[in-house]
């Protein structure tokens, strides 16, 4: 059944945006567009949330993003966080053990989720927005674009109706089969891993020793994933072995057998469903095909050993989408829609390549290669500075743009997005700094205000970071956590200009002129709808 929001977005059936697919790169996307003010109409085939859950844990920089759209807090209380990271042996014995380690974006490092209830969070959220209209049970049968915008034909699943809409642009987040994909021809390059593996939803009836700790089973006879899940969930992974027969393995006898291993008796779960899918690492050859963005899975596609497949998505999304806004309002020529794939896809592979280290740890079947294994991580383990670089979970690399909206002079700073700690503001109010940023271009100077001159633009506000311990000040932010001026001053930065984002376009150390802004940039002097003022 449609959900179609009251014609109040655009009774012409023209758009600013289009958003196909209502996962969760499309969900927030629709959250972002929404807060920004934008007439969006999104497209989805499926009358309701997708069952199983697929992704089972996020990490700070994309709870920071769902703060941008006022739902990281409502969001975390569904969330389980800072749990331990176990990969053992056979026997059941540990030889890397780790606890993810913060990096400065305000949220904990890692959170493990229950996707059906975290989709439903998000699209709660997208309710917000009477400029945001949902058509829920249709399908976008194809994209036609000229020098103007983007034509999409529509089809209801449920009945014969077929319409004809108009954006401005569109992004694709329909999945890693995406049909937009397939109609601009775009190469979806890479491999499909020949194992394939059964994943297990359950609901946990009474608790066991471990029940809240993700264990890698790295077992060659048959590895596995043991992880725990919200809201009274737990996840089970294993792979089909040679003569497996597939229908049998995900009937619920089966599953038992499965999990019995690790010592779960049937009084211990309720098993809800279980799954047969494969790993795939896939690259769209191109994101964007002049007003049409691929993004998430639709864009690429990676294995899950460290949980980053929906990240991917969100992060996509969170680019793309204040850069949209900005082009449409004229802010910036349309040229910078090209930084997307420039900044993301570099980013994605890096993600990707450690996805694949990790799963070949966990996945070795090769019983001497596992003995080598166990052995020399357990020995290196006893030496302090392997054993701290292995305590500190951080297999995902940090999110820094070498290339793309920047300025062309590069610093130790530039490309990097600022830490997020708490600041004190001008009414002596504790908040996190992306709320007190607000979501546009901003330059921040060091302790002392600096002459910016190509900067003195309206539109284009200045704050000052002051040290801890200062008097709030109107045009200040105090650095409470003593986070932002050491960061500032280890990449040899008084002053920074920092994107919508927070990612750092430009920055310059004391007595040196800050870069100017990028060409034709003309920032709006009426202030963006946020998520917060959207409620």
Request: aromatic share 6%.
């Amino acid at each position: 059944m449609s959900e179609i929001r009251a014609g109040t977005a655009a009774p012409d059936g023209s758009y600013d945006v289009a958003v196909i697919g209502y996962g969760p790169t499309g969900v927030t996307a629709a959250n972002l567009l929404g807060a920004a003010g934008l007439k969006v109409v999104v497209l989805e085939r499926d009358s309701e949330i997708f069952s199983r859950a697929r992704a089972i844990s996020t990490d700070e920089e994309v709870v920071r993003i769902w703060q941008r759209a006022g739902l990281a807090e409502r969001l975390k209380q569904d969330m389980l966080t800072e749990r331990p990271v176990d990969f053992v042996d056979a026997s059941g014995r540990s030889f890397i053990s780790a606890r993810p380690t913060p990096r400065g974006h305000g949220h904990p490092p890692q959170m493990f989720i229950y996707q059906p209830a975290l989709e439903q969070v998000l699209r709660d959220g997208v309710r917000r927005y009477p400029n945001v209209e949902i058509l829920l049970g249709h399908e976008c049968l194809r994209v036609r674009q000229d020098a103007d915008g983007v034509e999409l034909t529509v089809a209801g699943t449920t009945d014969d109706t077929v319409r004809r809409l108009r954006a401005s642009y569109v992004i694709a987040a329909d999945g890693g089969s995406s049909l937009t994909r397939a109609q601009l021809n775009i190469g979806y390059e890479g491999r499909t891993y020949e194992d394939r593996w059964v994943v297990i939803d359950t609901r946990m009836l009474k608790p066991w020793p471990d029940h809240d700790k993700l264990r890698f089973h790295c077992d060659p006879a048959r590895p596995a994933v043991d992880c725990p899940t919200p809201l009274g969930h737990h996840r089970y992974e294993f792979p089909l072995l040679p003569g497996d027969d597939e229908k049998q393995l995900t009937t619920e006898d089966a599953v038992h057998q499965l999990v019995s291993r690790y010592g779960i008796g049937r009084d211990s779960i309720e098993v809800l469903r279980a799954t047969v899918y494969s790993h795939h690492v896939r690259f769209a050859t191109r994101f964007r095909v002049g007003r049409i963005f691929l993004a998430g899975d639709a864009a690429h596609a990676m294995p899950p050993w460290i949980g980053q497949g929906m990240a991917a998505g969100v992060r996509d999304v969170a680019n793309l989408c204040w850069k949209l806004d900005a082009v449409l309002r004229g802010e910036l020529p349309e040229s910078v829609l090209d930084s997307y794939e420039t900044e993301r896809k570099p980013h994605v592979r890096e993600v990707t390549k450690r996805a694949v280290l990790v799963g070949r740890v966990i996945t070795e079947r090769r019983p001497p290669v596992t003995r080598v294994r166990n052995t020399v991580l357990r020995t290196l383990g006893r030496f302090p500075r392997f054993s701290a670089r292995m305590q500190d979970a951080n297999w995902i690399p940090v999110a820094r743009y070498d290339a793309g909206l920047q300025a062309p002079s590069r610093t130790k700073a530039t490309g990097h997005q600022v830490p997020q700690p708490w600041v004190t503001d001008a009414d002596g109010e504790r908040v996190r700094l992306d709320d007190a940023l607000g979501g546009r271009w901003l330059v921040l100077h060091a302790r002392a205000a600096a002459p910016t001159p190509a900067w003195d633009l309206p539109g284009v506000p200045a704050l000052t970071i002051t040290p801890v311990g200062s008097e709030p000040a109107e045009g200040a932010l105090v650095d409470s956590d003593d986070v932002l001026l050491p960061w500032m001053a280890g990449r040899g930065a008084t002053t920074l200009a920092l994107r919508p984002d927070a990612y750092v376009y430009a920055s310059a150390p004391a007595g040196v002129p800050l870069p100017p802004p990028p060409p034709g940039f003309a920032p709006s002097l009426v202030r963006r709808p946020t998520a917060a003022t959207a409620q």
